[in-house]
Each structure stands twice: as C-alpha cells, then as structure tokens.
C-alpha cells in the first residue's frame, strides 16, 4: 500500500489542477488510496475534488458527462490508458500508474524461454518493455494495440499479440490477459508475474474453452434471451443489440432489449430469462461466469449460437 500510495503520489505530480475542480476515476485496486490522491491535488492548488466511488474497470468507463454535471473542469482517470478517440464533455487526464517490477528478474525468466517471444503487457508494465526489448534484441517482438499502444493488451483487445512469434509472454499479475493471448494467436502462451513466475496457459485456456462450450450450449436451450446494453461510453454497443436481438426473435426466440451501466449479477436476479448477452465488456461473460445463475454469452458467441448471423457495430 505504502509502495502504491507512493507511486500515485508521483504520477500526479505534473498534473495541473490549480484553481480548478476536479473529480477523479480510481480502480479498485486504488481505492485505498483515495485520501492521498485528494490530498495532492488539494496541495497543488486543486478548488474541489470530488472522487468517484463506483468501479472503474477500464479507461472504456469514463464519467466525464457525470463530472461535468458536479461542475468539475477535469476528470484524471488513474490506473488506464486513453481508449481510442471518444470525445469527451470536459477534458480526461489518463494517469496509468506505473508498477515497480524487478526488469532483471524478468528479463533473466524470458532468456530461458526457447525461440521469439511476442512481448506484452498490461498498462501498469508498459514502461518497461522497451529496456527489455533493448536488452534481449530480437528475441524480443512488441506489437501494437488497435489504439496504437506498443505491447499493451486489454481484455477486449488482444491485438498486441498479433505478430510473427513462436510464443506469447504477458507480463502481468492475473491470468485473464494471458487466457485472452492465447485464445487470440493459437499459440503457446505464458503469463510471466511481476515476482518473476512463469505460468502455462494451456490449462487455464482449456478450463476457460471448457467453461465456454458449457455457457453456449446453456444458452442453446434459452427461450427468452435478454441482449444487454451498457451505457458506459467505450463499451456502448446499441446497435449491435438491436441487430441481435432482431436476429433471435426472427430465430423465433423471445428477446429484449435491457440497458444498465453495470451489469451485475444481482441486477437480473429474478429477472424472466434463460440466458443473456451482454454486449458490454467481454471480461464480464468469462470473470463473473460463476456469478451469474443464467448463462451469458459475448455477441460473437451469441452469433455462434444462434444462426452464424453477422451484425454491424
Ligand atoms: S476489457 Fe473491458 S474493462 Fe477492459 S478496456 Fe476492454 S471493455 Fe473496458
């Protein structure tokens, strides 16, 4: 904690907040430092500092518009990057938040992994893996995301590892990423900790292929479908849900269409149908599988299910 309260501490510092209002954006995982982080943009001048305490899963999640209803001048979003290029009603300051990661440790673990490595990380890593890249030359490839950012790889984009390699390492803490690589290149893929633990995919992939086939063929059964539609401004899929949820009825199923900003189990607790999709974040259908008591599918695994249709986003 002390370490993290730290490392906020110095990444806001060359935020300008002088004279202004500010509402923050803060992760889970930073939640705890929410005391300190009022506390430096007070000292540096801040009017008013309003934190949000909702979650804040991705920098897809940003409460400008609710920030410019508190009055706030900017919003700072800590723990993401930007995600692409969505306008916003007051100016986003992203602040990443880098993590501190022993680099010879790891680069040490990536010499002993045989043949070209396709290098990438989550944003709280991605400062890093231009000195690894440096060192290790090329056994080293990094890839860039559909926004443009060397070697970083979200949940619903994979695209860092599209490059010519033999295996996928993802420098990171969990094994969602990881699972993500994999199932996006086919290939061998390791998530390598921060404490420098390598860890094979192919189980993890397997029980998430296992976990999946079970959710589809669930669904398979459904006869009243509910296509969510989260409000979240990077995840905001309207149109999409409108076509899926075409699609079903003219699969002669029954589907509405229900709208929220979280999807949360206990939102559709009791609730009429058998199955759902949820056309929001694709982390939500795979971490909170076991949450939900009715299955739900992402829109490409909908699509698989019902008919092979396609809709336009
Ligand atoms: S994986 Fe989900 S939470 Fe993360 S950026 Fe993508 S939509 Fe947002």
């Known amino acids: 904690m002390a370490g993290t309260a730290e490392s906020v501490r110095s990444e806001l510092q060359d935020v300008e907040v002088a004279g202004k209002r500010v509402a923050v954006q803060l992760p889970e995982g930073l939640k705890q430092c929410a005391n300190t982080v009022a506390d430096v943009l007070k000292r540096k001048g801040a009017k008013e500092v309003f934190i949000f305490i909702d979650p804040a899963y991705g920098a897809c999640d940003v409460k400008d518009f609710e920030a410019k209803e508190l009055g706030a001048d900017v919003l700072i979003h800590v723990g993401h990057n930007r995600f692409g290029n969505t306008a916003t009603e007051i100016p986003v300051v992203y602040v990443p938040l880098t993590l501190s990661l022993d680099v010879e440790k790891i680069i040490k673990v990536l010499r002993s992994i045989p043949g070209k490595i396709a290098l990438c990380t989550t944003v709280h890593y991605l400062p890093y893996l231009?000195?690894?890249?440096?060192?290790?030359?090329?056994?080293?490839?990094?890839?860039?995301?559909?926004?443009?950012?060397?070697?970083?790889?979200?949940?619903?984009?994979?695209?860092?590892?599209?490059?010519?390699?033999?295996?996928?390492?993802?420098?990171?803490?969990?094994?969602?990423?990881?699972?993500?690589?994999?199932?996006?290149?086919?290939?061998?893929?390791?998530?390598?900790?921060?404490?420098?633990?390598?860890?094979?995919?192919?189980?993890?992939?397997?029980?998430?292929?296992?976990?999946?086939?079970?959710?589809?063929?669930?669904?398979?059964?459904?006869?009243?479908?509910?296509?969510?539609?989260?409000?979240?401004?990077?995840?905001?899929n309207i149109k999409a849900a409108k076509q899926l949820a075409k699609i079903l009825e003219s699969n002669g199923l029954c589907a509405d269409v229900l709208v929220c900003d979280y999807f949360?189990?206990?939102?559709?607790?009791?609730?009429?149908?058998?199955?759902?999709?949820?056309?929001?974040c694709p982390r939500v259908a795979i971490d909170d599988y076991a949450r939900f008591e009715k299955p739900v599918l992402t829109v490409a695994e909908a699509l698989e299910v019902w008919n092979g249709c396609k809709v336009e986003r």
């Open 130 to 236: 231009d000195r690894i890249k440096k060192k290790l030359g090329n056994k080293i490839v990094v890839g860039k995301s559909t926004f443009g950012d060397e070697g970083q790889v979200l949940g619903c984009d994979p695209s860092a590892c599209s490059v010519d390699a033999d295996v996928n390492v993802v420098i990171t803490d969990g094994v969602f990423h990881g699972i993500i690589a994999r199932m996006w290149t086919g290939r061998k893929t390791y998530v390598l900790t921060p404490a420098g633990k390598l860890i094979d995919m192919e189980p993890h992939a397997e029980k998430y292929v296992r976990q999946r086939e079970a959710a589809k063929a669930l669904a398979k059964t459904a006869r009243r479908v509910g296509v969510v539609i989260t409000m979240k401004k990077g995840q905001r």
């Open 264 to 280: 949360f189990p206990e939102y559709v607790k009791g609730m009429p149908y058998d199955a759902y999709v949820f056309t929001g």
